[in-house]
């Protein structure tokens, strides 16, 4: 527990930190919105083929920060600071006070998922708050089964990319890659129309959770638990790669 | 010390020329690049394969990666200028070269000089490996074409580089620098894609699009390449500007 308390600390200690907030909070609420203003006229006139994606692909798409997030936990850890102040790396200062490995792995992911449901929770409401703003009646109701949807599939893209950072120790690669797929041109829709394997991918699986998408492949349940999967699977990946790693290389 | 000026420039062009080629984070950024290029334009081509056949154009399919291969060259960008800020590379930097507005000056020319070469030969190989895989289906191309297409890319892929380096230079952070660019091509710009076009056409990387664009296109072309050009050199000439006046008044 006082483990969790300092990775806690740690996190908020971190000036990146308030961009993922920032970004985390807002840009949901702004895709969200921009969506909304887009198909405004066809949702009036009863037309619009996308009703139950209204408000959720804000979600789906605005994930940034979570990802900054998952990212910027690990990555501060392996900061080699100047050398003016001795050149040290914040990692070894940490594993001297928290001397299992599992321990403080465990510590920090679970600092990573209460930030990101808190996190998941505001999104939400901003995102809501937004979408009624512009439709005003014609909200299509939010319900609860999907949201608690978008708050899996927010918890798990965190843990997604701090299992990715545990692996490769530098924040960049990650981040480019996690941030280029929640865009509008995704590695995984790209790949999704060469094979259909590519529907198991995590993102993919994802959005199964909260949003109807027009080829519906896996239920919201199952799709959750392919999610889940892959961020088991990483996990322990990184557990065991960084159980056995040289702290110093 | 006194040099002639020429020489000096000379000097600091070389030092910073190597200081860019043995930063090793640029090679795998550029490697990484590289092979992944390659893995999109498999992925591309097996995707048009499948489509109609002899209707796509081999430009289009070959290009179609540019949108992730701008990722990295904004990386490229951006290490170029934050490298110096970690360990406090820019302190000794700014003794031996003490004029600002020189050294960050040559420092975008010498990142220029590594991109022009690695964004042709980038986007030339995508091109290729779909020119060799789609000979049989797909509309055969005039050469000039090509060639001028391809330098439009080269163009855009370094007018983006050097845009990332201006950032770069302004936040002397990598993390928030990449997180801005990102959002900006990635997210920001697709979102936008409802603007009218009239004011569309002036953002930096739909300016750049045109430059690379096919002029056989059935689009709507609101820009001719050279327009694209001139708009997405004056945005990245602001930002440099910006970036050279900061850097002059900020302390290190």
Redesign the interface.
């Known amino acids: 527990m006082r483990a969790f308390n300092a990775e806690l600390s740690k996190l908020f200690s971190l000036p990146?930190i308030w961009?993922a907030f920032l970004?985390g909070a807002f840009?949901p609420a702004v895709?969200a919105a921009?969506d909304s203003m887009?198909q405004k006229e066809e949702i009036i006139a009863g037309v619009s083929t996308r009703l139950s994606e209204v408000g959720y692909i804000g979600l789906a798409?605005g994930v940034?920060g979570v990802i900054?997030l998952g990212?910027?936990a690990v990555?501060s850890e392996y900061?080699?600071?100047?050398?003016?102040s001795g050149?040290g790396q914040q990692i070894t200062t940490s594993l001297t006070v928290v001397s299992s490995r599992l321990h403080f792995l465990l510590a920090k992911a679970g600092a990573v998922t209460v930030i990101s449901i808190l996190l998941s929770v505001v999104a939400i409401m901003t995102t809501v708050s937004a979408t009624h703003l512009v439709l005003g009646e014609y909200t299509p109701a939010f319900e609860w089964p999907k949201l608690l949807g978008a708050v899996c599939f927010w918890a798990f893209t965190a843990l997604l990319a701090f299992g990715i950072t545990v692996l490769t120790k530098h924040?960049?690669?990650p981040?480019?890659v996690l941030?280029?797929n929640?865009?509008?041109?995704s590695?995984s829709f790209?790949?999704s129309?060469?094979t259909k394997l590519a529907l198991y991918l995590p993102d993919r699986a994802g959005f199964e959770m909260f949003m109807f998408l027009s080829n519906r492949f896996l239920t919201p349940f199952t799709g959750g638990l392919v999610m889940f999967a892959w961020v088991v699977v990483l996990f322990i990946a990184a557990a065991i790669v960084f159980h056995r790693r040289d702290v110093a290389s | 010390m006194s040099f002639p000026s020429s020489k000096k420039i000379t000097r600091i062009l070389g030092a910073e020329l190597d200081k860019l080629v043995t930063l090793p984070s640029i090679w795998l950024t550029l490697t990484g690049t590289f092979i992944l290029n390659l893995l999109l334009a498999a992925a591309f081509t097996s995707v048009g394969l499948q489509g109609a056949a002899g209707t796509q154009s081999i430009l289009n399919i070959g290009l179609a990666s540019m949108r992730y291969l701008q990722a990295g060259f904004i990386i490229l960008g951006i290490l170029a200028t934050c490298s110096e800020y970690t360990g406090g590379q820019i302190r000794s930097t700014l003794t031996t070269i003490p004029w600002r507005g020189v050294q960050l000056s040559t420092k975008h020319f010498a990142l220029a000089i590594i991109t022009i070469p690695a964004a042709f030969i980038m986007a030339a190989s995508g091109v290729l490996y779909t020119f060799t895989m789609m000979r049989d289906t797909a509309v055969v191309i005039e050469i000039d074409t090509m060639i001028k297409t391809l330098l439009g890319t080269t163009g855009y892929l370094t007018c983006t580089t050097l845009l990332s380096a201006a950032i770069g230079a302004l936040f002397r952070r990598t993390t928030p620098a990449l997180v801005v660019l990102l959002g900006y091509y990635f997210v920001v710009s697709p979102l936008t894609r409802d603007f009218p076009p009239r004011i569309r056409k002036f953002f930096p990387d739909t300016a750049g699009y045109y430059m690379y664009l096919p002029p056989s296109s059935v689009k709507l072309n609101f820009l001719t390449p050279m327009q694209g050009a001139g708009i997405s050199m004056l945005w990245t000439l602001i930002f440099i500007t910006v970036a050279i006046v900061l850097f002059r008044k900020r302390d290190a």
Request: no cysteine; aromatic share 6%; charged share 10%.
């Open positions: 990146g961009l970004i840009a895709i921009l887009a798409l940034q900054i990212v910027l990555s900061l080699t600071e100047s050398s003016e050149g924040g960049m690669i981040l480019a941030i280029i929640t865009s509008f041109v590695f790209l790949l129309k060469v």
